[in-house]
């Protein structure tokens, strides 16, 4: 029987982590998964939790392996979650797990204010600042915590400690650059060495151990490369690494990358998608979720998620632009209250599901075009939209988009993030060259949905006045 070669990706996220085995076309041989929504955040025990999630996906994917397969590399993908530490025995945890700071709070303010950087600009360092801002709060309200670091990072570097015991990171999950400026440092009070060395998603980060082999039922020594951040795996898995190319997730988080090669000076919000290019990112805080809230109450009773937005799509699809006059809008968090109630007096009030749903469908595509519109006013230019995560196999949901951005939207791979650790993983298994070529060889453009004219022109009213 002939041997096949294969790559091993894992996408650690906020709702599930998924494992897939990956031939050298991208194509998936075998698929795992495990919840993760599940684990709170504590000092102790939530890193312990995405670990074992890991361990359930990997074995699960492999159970289903076909025979005759062998494993070149693992990459991962990872959700951003910081301040995980390790103590003198090595020990993960999170301090600061319960930490209430944002970028308006006074911890927040001051890790980006002038103070700390003087005339540089503090978004040239993608989440290293607000990485700052969070052990300046552990430091000012938990002293004793903050003196017993050792060393400190992301959630993405302790998975790959587990793996290789080597403690690293990414450029995107670290600081945007090869070295961590001493700015961080002397805003955390941290010495430069308890910040993990930072490599290109495709270096190897180190074999994999043969404790992490013996819980995962894989060969020791199996080459790990570093990985990446879940976003820059997405817009790499579905290929929008171009200038010009915009990337939407449509998952747990709605977000916007738009590929700008060299970083903006325009102090947005960026971070590389892969080795030196930039892209700029926003999201639209809370949209997910109150998506999910306002289509469960319109289908509390359909199977799952995918079935519910199915069989509201279809209803809504014949719904004319403007949802027969009903306006939904999107809340800040912390509102949620009074978008259900929006819905519930809708259905009070007469108006179909088809209806209801057709208008929360154009509130979070005018969301969306109101994240890409600032992403133009900082100097993004988008030529080609993609769309990935599970939102990019909702049909009447892309076909609203296109219509209110007046643009083509391509459905891009649902699991982007999984391939672009997949292709992570090739590129540092030498498979491919470079990440131009793993997109050639491991990515298909998907369907492109067009707006349509009379919708568009609807829209456009809306979005000028």
């Not at 599930?16 to 998936?28: H, I, N, S, T």
């Not at 912390?334 to 088809?354: I, W």
């Not at 998907?446 to 022109?457: C, H, K, L």
Request: net charge negative; glycine share 14%; aromatic share 8%.
């Amino acid at each position: 029987m002939a041997t096949v070669d294969l790559v091993l990706a894992v996408d650690v996220g906020s709702t599930w982590c998924k494992a897939a085995y990956l031939d050298g076309q991208g194509r998936v041989i075998a698929t795992g998964r495990a919840p993760t929504r599940q684990i709170a955040p504590a000092r102790n025990g939530t890193l312990e939790g995405f670990w074992e999630a890991f361990v359930l996906s990997v074995r699960q994917a492999t159970s289903r392996l076909p025979d005759g397969s062998a494993l070149s590399a693992v990459g991962i993908s990872c959700r951003a979650l910081f301040g995980v530490c390790l103590d003198r025995a090595g020990n993960g945890y999170l301090p600061a797990w319960d930490a209430a700071w944002d970028r308006s709070s006074p911890d927040g303010l001051y890790a980006y204010s002038p103070e700390v950087w003087g005339e540089k600009d503090p978004y040239a360092y993608g989440y290293a600042t607000g990485f700052g801002a969070l052990i300046l709060w552990l430091r000012r309200t938990r002293p004793a915590e903050w003196q017993a670091i050792q060393r400190v990072g992301a959630l993405h570097d302790y998975i790959v400690l587990r793996l290789t015991g080597v403690w690293v990171t990414d450029p995107t999950t670290g600081p945007g650059q090869y070295v961590w400026p001493d700015e961080i440092a002397q805003m955390t009070g941290l010495p430069l060495g308890a910040f993990p060395p930072i490599a290109d998603p495709h270096c190897l980060a180190g074999g994999l151990s043969a404790e992490a082999a013996g819980a995962l039922g894989l060969p020791p020594g199996t080459p790990v490369v570093v990985g990446m951040h879940d976003g820059a795996a997405a817009n790499l898995g579905v290929g929008a690494i171009g200038v010009g190319d915009g990337c939407f997730t449509f998952g747990t988080n709605f977000v916007f990358r738009g590929v700008t090669g060299r970083r903006l000076t325009s102090r947005s919000m960026g971070y590389l998608i892969t080795p030196g290019v930039w892209s700029w990112v926003g999201n639209i805080p809370g949209a997910s979720a109150q998506f999910e809230m306002a289509t469960q109450m319109l289908a509390d009773g359909a199977p799952d998620v995918a079935a519910r937005h199915a069989h509201l799509g279809s209803l809504a699809d014949g719904v004319a632009p403007g949802a027969g006059t009903l306006c939904l809008r999107l809340v800040a968090p912390g509102r949620e209250e009074e978008l259900r109630q929006a819905v519930a007096a809708a259905r009070q009030s007469g108006y179909s599901d088809g209806v209801i749903y057709r208008a929360i469908l154009e509130a979070v595509a005018l969301g969306e075009w109101g994240l890409v519109a600032r992403a133009q006013r900082d100097g993004v230019q988008p030529r080609r939209l993609v769309a990935t995560g599970g939102g990019a196999a909702n049909g009447p949901f892309l076909r609203v988009l296109a219509s209110v951005l007046d643009a083509p939207v391509e459905m891009g791979a649902v699991e982007g993030g999984l391939l672009g650790a997949g292709m992570a993983a090739a590129v540092g298994g030498g498979w491919y060259a470079s990440y131009d070529d793993a997109v050639a060889g491991m990515s298909a453009p998907g369907p492109v949905i067009r707006p349509d004219p009379d919708a568009a022109a609807f829209y456009r009213e809306i979005v000028h006045l």
